[in-house]
Each structure stands twice: as C-alpha cells, then as structure tokens.
C-alpha cells in the first residue's frame, strides 16, 4: 500500500512539472499551430544557469539560507530563458510565418539540436550535479516519504498555473491571445499587435519552462546538457494526452502523465515478473503518445480539429 | 457639404489575369447610408477588402477624413477610423459575446502588456471601461441578454448583431457592413435596418454591400452599381433602379 501511496506522490510532483512544461508547448502551438520543439532546451537551460548562478554564489563565500540560494538561481534562470524564448521566435520562427507549416517545424528541430550543442559547449558533456543546499528532511505522510522540496515544486506549480489562467481569461492580453489563436487576420483588424501577442506567448511560455527545468534539476539531484530532449518529449506527450491547444488539457495531461509513469514503474518490475525494470519507466511516455495518437488524435479535451477554420 | 468622409480615386486590383476592380473612384459624405450593389463576382467584397486595408491596391488614391490610407496596413486603416464585418460571419468563437466586443476596443486602449501584468491602477480602471462600454455597445445592438454566451452559440442573427457591436468598438466614423442581412428572415431584415438607422442617427456613416434590393432602396441615401470591376452607375436609389445599364448588368440584355 505504502508503494502506491509513495508512487500517487511522486507522480503528482513529476506530473505537475510535466504540467509547467506542457503549457509552453501548447500554448505556442494553439496561437501559431506550431510544435516548438526547442522549448525543452529552454527548460534545460533554466536549470543549467540556476545551478551555475548557485554555485557561483557558494564560491563567492554568499552566506545564504539555502531556499533563498536557490530564488536567486531562479531569478537569473528565469529572464535567461525569457530572452531566450524572445529570440528564438524573432530571428527563427518569425521569418517563416507564412511559410509552409513544415518549414518551422524543421527549424524548431534543428534550433533543439543547437541549443544542445551550445550548452555542451558551456557547460560540459558531463552531469551538473544539483548544489546540495536545500534540507533533505524527510517527512513521512501515511507510510511514503515526502520532502519540503516536494511539496514545494507542488504548491509552486499549481500557483504558477493558477497565474496563467488568471492572465489569459482575466487580462487585456489574454484576451489577445486568445483572440489571435482563434483568428489571427480578425484580431489584428481589431488593432491587436499580433507580433507582441507572439512575443509574449513565447516569453510567458519560456519563463514556465525555466521554472520547471529548475524544479526537474532540484528533485532529480543533477542536469545535464541533453536533459531537454527527454523532458520535452513527455511534455509534449503531455500536451498531446490532453488536447494540444488547450491550456487545461496540458495540465490534465501532464498530470495524468506523471501519474501513469510514476505507478507504471512501481509495478512493472511485478508486471513483467522481473523481466522489465522501473529504469523502463520512459517507455509509458510513448506508449501513452501512440495510444492517443491512434485512439484520440485531438486529445482528452481538445476540440476536433476540423472546427478552425 | 465640404469635403466627403471617404474618397477613392481610380483603383485597380488585379489578381493575376482578372481585372477584378477597374478604375472605381467613388466619395461617401458624412452621415449617409451608401450602399453598393452589383452581380455576383462584380467586386463588392473586393473593393471592402481594399477599403479596409486587407487588399493592397495595385493603383489609385484613397483618402478618409484627412489620411492618406493608400495601401496601409489594416490596423492602421481601423485606427484612423473604419471599421467593418464580414460576409461570412468571422466572430472569435469561443469567447463570450461581451469578450469579442472587449478586444474590438483593443485599437483605443492604452495600456500595454506590462499593464496587464501586473495591473496597476490605471490599468485596473481601463479595464473596467473597456467591459462597461462593452456591455452598452451589446444593449446598443439588442443583445445584452446574451452577453456571457459563447460566440458559436449565439443565433445567426445575433451573430451578426454581435459583429456590428464588435465593429462599433474601434469607434468607427464609418461602418462597412458586408452583407448584413444574408440569411435573415423579413422580420430579423426590419430589426437590421432600424439598427443600421440608428447608427447613422447617432453619427456614424454606414458603407453597406447587400442583395437585398428592396432593403437598399428603402435604407440607402446613393447607391452605386458595381459589374465586372467597373462602377457602372452611382446616384440616389430611385436613379439607380432605372438606370439601363443597371437593368442590363442585372437582367441581361433582350434578344432582338
């Protein structure tokens, strides 16, 4: 019992970052119809700069609590990857607007595999370890173990996705964006600025992934330059499951994703009898990516795809 | 009356090998209801297109209330005053009646992005006129009832109630109206024209495409006829009806 109760935890946690990361997949995809497969680059090097800035801090001698090390790390990690996301649209994604849809999504791929190469560049082919700063107290919640980072990567995620939908459904500019993704040509007749309505899609998005590419380096101990490649699959998996488009729909995805990895891996090894162990936990990623693009191409909550027009 | 509110000269569109507007030029005054007929394919659409500023002309002059609007962008031609819908109804659908007339105010807010995020003050109060003007704007036209409904959801004639509100939004000093009546029932076509007259009653100039004859000479103050790109005829509805020419392009000529 206390197996699923710790596999539902750590399902929810790994869930709810899948979630931060899935928004920026989507939400890009539902303004410009655009997979941008450069966006787990940007969490990855949210997380590269996060560690650098803490580590540069430590070497300073900075005498910190270790919460507030890493706020710092998260501050500098968070407009890096906002400028990043800023400039990947302007010089790459903005040029092809009109082009025909392949053409970007080539160039998302080749830009993913850029910024790889860039980062191992800066920083090394090997693993970054996470700074050990933060307690490792270990709570114990009816038989599973839960850390303070845990339950904070949690709160932080659902206030951060709580911030995203007041913008979209409550601002002026999400209204824009919502206005542009329905009808781009309409919403700019109405004297919206569809190049700032992008802009800031690409920036919002970015600065959610660089959160969550923090928050996957902080419970998982390390990072590494290809860490964005495996992240924004399932992410992208994530957004796929829940109707890719649709905001609530990456949220529901990326939960439920991290649910059926997480409990998938804790009963494969009984599953399989042995044969298969929890390091196979990726494969539900995929599993779950065929199935729905097999069964329910439009996802758990998206709408019909015939309905744009 | 000086000078007119709208004024084209020798416009051209062409779309390779058709001449699809040929040298039109033609002026709407302040305060008239100015309607535009013509066959199918006679370059109707075309020419709103160019008015509004999703075509670019290939030639000519176009003037409006002291701009020089030849070949601007389409914001640029909303924000210095026209303001328009379309033939096929293109409403954000998913957004609530009162959303839609929210955003055709974006052209004349001020706060930007940075405003909306972190809501100061200013913006706050901003916002509040913006949802206030657009719940009148939706009395305006007859469906305040229906403000928090979906687009999509809404009935085709408050559809298109609801476009003209969303026009009426950028604060238009002319309202192109591109086949407004499509698809309405007589009684639905009655509510439309006293709509259109109180909206000319209360300052705006109304440029209005419709196959509705019998509505265009009981609403329009000059009609002008438009066949295979050319301006055939132009006058007040009565000259129009009897024009031959008129005749001719609608009915086709009779065999000797």
């Known amino acids: ?55 540069l801090l430590l070497d300073l001698g900075v005498q910190l609590p270790g919460p507030l090390l890493l706020l710092a790390g998260l501050l500098m990690a968070i407009p890096v990857s906002m400028l990043l996301g800023f400039t990947i649209e302007r010089v790459a994604y903005r040029p092809l607007r009109r082009a025909p849809r392949l053409a970007p999504l080539i160039t998302a791929i080749g830009l993913s595999i850029v910024l790889q190469q860039l980062a191992m560049l800066i920083w090394g082919r090997n693993y970054r370890p996470f700074p050990s700063i933060l307690p490792t107290k270990v709570h114990d919640f009816y038989g599973a173990a839960i850390t303070d980072l845990q339950i904070a990567i949690f709160i932080l995620a659902f206030l951060l996705m709580g911030g995203l939908f007041f913008l979209i459904e409550r601002t002026k500019l999400g209204r824009a964006m919502r206005a542009t993704s329905q009808n781009p040509d309409v919403a700019g007749l109405m ?54 488009g649709n905001l609530a729909g ?33 494969i539900f990623a995929f599993v779950v990516l065929i199935a729905v693009l097999i069964f329910r191409p439009s996802g758990l909550m998206g709408e019909r795809v015939a309905e744009r027009a | 009356m000086s000078t007119p509110l709208l004024e084209i000269q020798g416009i051209h569109k062409r779309f390779g090998g058709l001449h699809a507007l040929n040298d039109v030029g033609l002026s709407i005054n302040a305060g008239e209801i100015y309607g535009l007929i013509g066959p199918n394919g006679a370059g109707k659409t075309t020419l709103f297109n160019v008015l509004t500023g999703l075509y670019q002309p290939d030639e000519g002059r176009f003037h409006f209330d002291g701009h020089d609007l030849f070949r601007k962008k ?18 954000f659908a998913n957004m609530t009646a009162l959303e839609n007339v929210m955003v055709g105010q974006h052209v004349r807010t001020r706060s930007g992005v940075i405003g909306a995020i972190f809501r100061h003050p200013r913006a706050r109060a901003e916002e509040a006129a913006i949802k206030q003007r657009a719940r009148e704007l939706l009395e305006y036209v007859g469906i305040a009832r229906r403000h928090d409904d979906l687009a999509r959801n809404l009935s085709y004639g408050d559809q298109r109630r609801l476009e003209i509100a969303r026009a009426l939004a950028t604060r ?18 009655e509510g439309l024209k006293k709509l259109m007259q109180k909206i000319r009653d209360d300052g705006v100039t109304i440029l209005l495409i419709e196959h509705d004859v019998k509505l265009m000479m009981g609403l329009c103050d000059r009609i002008a006829v438009l066949d295979y790109g050319k301006k055939i005829a132009e006058g007040r509805p009565e000259q129009v009806k009897c024009d031959p020419r008129v005749i001719e392009a609608y009915l086709g000529v009779a065999p000797e």
């Open chain 1, 1 to 55: 019992m206390d197996i699923f109760i710790q596999q539902l935890i750590n399902g929810l946690i790994v869930g709810s970052i899948y979630a931060l990361i899935a928004l920026g997949y989507t939400m890009v995809y539902g303004i410009m119809q655009l997979i941008n497969f450069a966006h787990g680059e940007i969490v990855m090097i949210g997380a590269m700069v996060t560690i650098t800035c803490i580590n």
């Open chain 1, 191 to 244: 004297g919206v600025n569809i190049n700032t309505v992008i802009s800031m899609t690409f920036v919002i998005g970015s600065a959610l992934g660089a959160v969550a590419g923090v928050m996957v380096a902080a419970n998982y101990d390390q990072a590494h330059a290809y860490m964005g490649f495996m992240i924004g699959l399932k992410a992208f998996t994530a957004a796929v499951l829940g109707g890719i």
């Open chain 1, 250 to 282: 990456a949220v529901v995805g990326g939960i439920l994703l991290g649910l059926i990895e997480s409990l998938g891996s804790g009963y494969l090894g009984d599953l399989t009898g042995g044969f298969l162990g929890s390091n196979y936990k990726d």
């Open chain 2, 74 to 91: 389409p914001f640029v031609v909303v924000r210095s005053g026209i303001a328009r819908t379309f033939q096929n109804i293109r409403l």
């Open chain 2, 172 to 189: 238009p000093k002319l309202l192109a109206l591109d086949e407004p009546a499509a698809g309405m029932n007589p009684s639905e076509t």
